[in-house]
């Protein structure tokens, strides 16, 4: 099963994320076979981290659960939330399987939507035309990963991620306008934040 694990830093966790970064890697070590995405979001400048975001194959909630919760970052404190959702690959790939075609900044779009069967229905209703908006030429390209995020059953939507590369922020916010669950209405609240591939370097 796909997981989507976002884990939002403490305003305050800096030195404390920077002690334990090692250890991390670490950690991560351990799902180097199971990883789909990973990464830090980060500051508007894009000079510090304000999370880590990981799209990671595990067995079921039991080992998300671990996995969040038992990570040194977690452990040790710098964390204020976490978020672990199912999620389904849309493009069933990995982040590393993305070519760019641009070099521009990268980025995650977090929608969240009504945790409800109707919202699940409209929503599944509006996935073939969500799917030929991406899908257009100049927004394909774009796109590293998409998916829906799940509860925990698997069944009812509860919103969607998206890892993008674009210009700027309000490119985005262009971008999603006109999409079709955008504006079905179907999110109830939506984030853009700046964001990077992760783990060790080189």
């Known amino acids: 099963m796909e997981y989507f694990v976002y884990c939002r830093n403490r305003p305050d966790a800096d030195a404390l994320r920077a002690e334990h970064l090692e250890a991390h890697w670490a950690f991560m070590d351990g799902y180097d076979d199971r ?14 981290p304000t999370g880590s975001m990981h799209i990671v194959d595990l067995a079921g909630e039991d080992e998300a659960r671990a996995f969040a919760h ?30 760019s075609a641009t070099n521009d900044p990268r980025f995650l779009f977090i929608g969240t939507g009504a945790d409800d069967a109707g919202t699940t229905a409209l929503r599944n209703g509006l996935l073939e035309e969500h799917r030929a908006y ?3 030429p100049g927004r394909v390209e774009r796109g590293i990963l998409r998916g829906p995020l799940w509860d925990p059953s698997g069944e009812t939507w509860v919103g969607s991620i998206f890892l993008l590369e674009a210009p700027d922020r309000e490119y985005i916010e262009a971008f999603f306008a006109d999409e079709p669950y955008t504006k079905a209405g179907l999110y109830t609240a939506f984030e853009i934040l700046p964001w990077r591939f992760g783990g060790r370097p080189g």
Do not use: H, Q, S
Request: glycine residues 4%; proline residues 4%; aromatic residues 10%.
């Open 35 to 48: 990883m789909i995405a990973r990464g830090p979001t980060l500051t508007e400048d894009r000079e510090r």
């Open 134 to 136: 991406l899908n257009t």
């Open 70 to 99: 038992d990570e040194p970052y977690a452990k040790a404190g710098v964390f204020e939330d976490i978020m672990i959702r199912r999620w389904t690959n849309a493009l069933k790939r990995t982040m590393w399987d993305f070519k």
